[in-house]
T-cell receptor, first 109, second 116 residues
């Protein structure tokens, strides 16, 4: 069975500091990984997906199949990055997502 | 900009009562998902529809939960009877097609259920 683990419930950094939100997964097939974000009083929304290899709002994430990780990184955190971040895995076809438990990022001024 | 709609936003009920949640996906989206999110956890998929057909309901507690999407548009999730452990946020999402993990899921605001 697939599993997504986000080891940190809360990550607190100062503005301008680098950020890394950890995500580890277990899955026997070829995974597709995503990061979703939920800002205060807003809906859950897609931030980025690994197959796009894109940078969104300064965030990047690299799929490391050897370490089964998909960590989210940003070199310089901004206060507006404060939010809940969820790592998710899509299993096989059908776009069925398995979410991690989430990490709350707090960026202090 | 089109959004997924859900109602009610909040629901308080007593255990053993029946509750129902409604979801209206983005127009034209063939795939609809219901998730349950317990406080402090990530969303857990309960059921996925492709048009009016169930694609996956393996995580739906079928003894008390039911979901339908009769005309392949809006959907209703029902719990009967509700139990204390059902207290959670119930999220609906939709996407344009299924079978493509590249297809973005768009989430509604959720219905927060409290069972007393």
């Amino acid at each position: 069975a697939q599993r997504v683990t986000q080891p940190e419930k809360l990550l607190s950094v100062f503005k301008g500091a680098p950020v890394e939100l950890k995500c580890n997964y277990s899955y026997s097939g070829s995974p597709e990984l995503f990061w979703y974000v939920q800002y205060s009083r807003q809906r859950l929304q897609l931030l980025l997906r690994h197959i796009s290899r894109e940078s969104i709002k300064g965030f990047t994430a690299d799929l490391n199949k050897g370490e089964t990780s998909f960590h989210l990184k940003k070199p310089f955190a901004q206060e507006e990055d404060s939010a809940m971040y969820y790592c998710a895995l899509s299993r096989n076809a059908g776009n069925m997502l398995t979410f991690g438990g989430g990490t709350r990022l707090m960026v202090k001024p | 900009e089109a959004e997924v709609a859900q109602s009610p936003r909040y629901k308080i009920t007593e255990k053993s009562q029946a509750v129902a949640f409604w979801c209206d996906p983005i127009s034209g989206h063939a795939t609809l998902y219901w998730y349950r999110q317990i406080l402090g956890q990530g969303p857990e998929l309960l059921v996925q529809f492709q048009d009016e057909s169930v694609v996956d309901d393996s995580q739906l507690p079928k003894d008390r939960f039911s979901a339908e999407r009769l005309k392949g548009v809006d959907s209703t999730l029902k719990i009967q009877p509700a139990e204390l452990g059902d207290s959670a946020m119930y999220l609906c999402a939709s996407s344009l097609v299924t079978g493509l993990s590249t297809d973005t899921q768009y989430f509604g605001p959720g219905t927060r259920l409290t069972v007393l």
